[in-house]
């Protein structure tokens, strides 16, 4: 079955077309089961921790993926998805990991095979989904030059209305705009850092330690 790869998943053989790809997510149950990681870069440690990311920068970065990712597609994709920079870079003055988040909203789960080869023909992998809601898609690209080489950019996928998108979102624009969000979840996550071992450890440990996370997830009925 292959190396482990935490949560108790073990590493699944890469699919590399969109016909593979679209096929694994009408299959649930397989699904499920899928997790491949590109460790060619190594895995993300506690020492990529940073109490001062720059934000302009990451965003300039993640504005040009969401171009890149919208020229391969023609119409009707182009005009049925929204690209959103969220997570940790997307919050002015939050600490957090040199790893950029987005968020793809589409219209319905599965995307379709034409969405899922914009990511390949971008240098994306398909990873695996969240361990607690199977349409949030997660892909991953790591980068090769720049202030971000060997960091990783993560992109969930999912469908309009979903738990975990909604999460996402909320979370950013709380606290972009309230001031006991923005202080609760950088505690959260400077707490989970101080405390954790590794990486794992960390992004469980941020989660379970913010007011302003489980006051989403109460709201919202699911999530991450």
Not at 69 to 87: A, I, M, T
Not at 118 to 133: E, P
Not at 139 to 150: A, I, P, T, Y
Request: charged share 30%; aromatic share 12%.
């Amino acid at each position: 079955m292959g190396e482990k790869m935490g949560f108790d998943r073990p590493m699944s053989i890469k699919l590399n077309s969109a016909e593979e790809l679209f096929q694994l997510f009408m299959n649930k149950d397989k699904l499920k089961d899928y997790m491949y990681m590109d460790l060619s870069g190594g895995m993300p440690s506690n020492e990529d921790f940073c109490l001062d990311i720059p934000y302009e920068e990451i965003k300039e970065v993640v504005e040009k993926e969401r171009d890149n990712y919208l020229d391969k597609l023609d119409e009707p994709e182009k005009s049925q998805v929204k690209w959103e920079h969220v997570g940790s870079t997307s919050i002015k003055g939050m600490p957090g990991m040199l790893m950029p988040d987005a968020l793809l909203i589409i219209p319905e789960f599965p995307p379709t095979k034409k969405m899922i080869q914009g990511f390949l023909d971008n240098g994306y992998y398909f990873g695996r989904t969240s361990l607690l809601d199977s349409q949030d898609l997660w892909f991953f690209r790591r980068f090769q030059d720049g202030f971000l080489k060997d960091k990783m950019i993560s992109v969930h996928v999912v469908p309009v209305d979903n738990p975990a998108g909604k999460i996402l979102l909320e979370m950013r624009d709380t606290c972009r705009t309230e001031q006991w969000a923005f202080d609760d979840y950088k505690n959260a996550k400077i707490s989970a850092n101080k405390s954790s071992s590794d990486f794992l450890g960390y992004k469980m440990g941020k989660g379970k330690n913010s007011k302003l996370l489980d006051m989403l997830r109460a709201k919202h009925q699911g999530g991450f």
